[in-house]
């Protein structure tokens, strides 16, 4: 399944490529992109475990930016 999620707050595109680069990390994800030009996150991973995965995404996003917000 891949899904785009709108993000809240992304002050950098070297958060941007930080986040990316620990998403791509989770089990299950089969790719992810962060944008910080137009503040999206395109997640593709295991249709089965996917709200999990998106959920880990956001709270890894949140590590990284502790602004950031990953709107689910």
């Known amino acids: 399944m891949k899904k785009v999620f709108k ?3 992304l002050d950098c595109a070297n958060c941007a490529a ?4 620990a998403i791509k990390k989770i089990d299950g994800v089969i790719d ?7 503040q999206k996150l395109t ?4 249709d089965e475990r996917f709200d999990e995965i ?3 995404a956001a709270r890894v996003c949140s590590k990284v930016d502790a602004d950031c917000e990953v709107l689910l």
Do not use: G, H, Q
Request: glycine content about 0%; overall charge negative; cysteine-free.
């Open 18 to 21: 930080k986040m990316e680069n």
């Open 32 to 38: 992810a992109s962060v944008s910080f030009m137009t």
């Open 43 to 46: 997640l593709e991973a295991e």
């Open 54 to 56: 998106a959920r880990e």
């Open 7 to 9: 993000m809240r707050d």
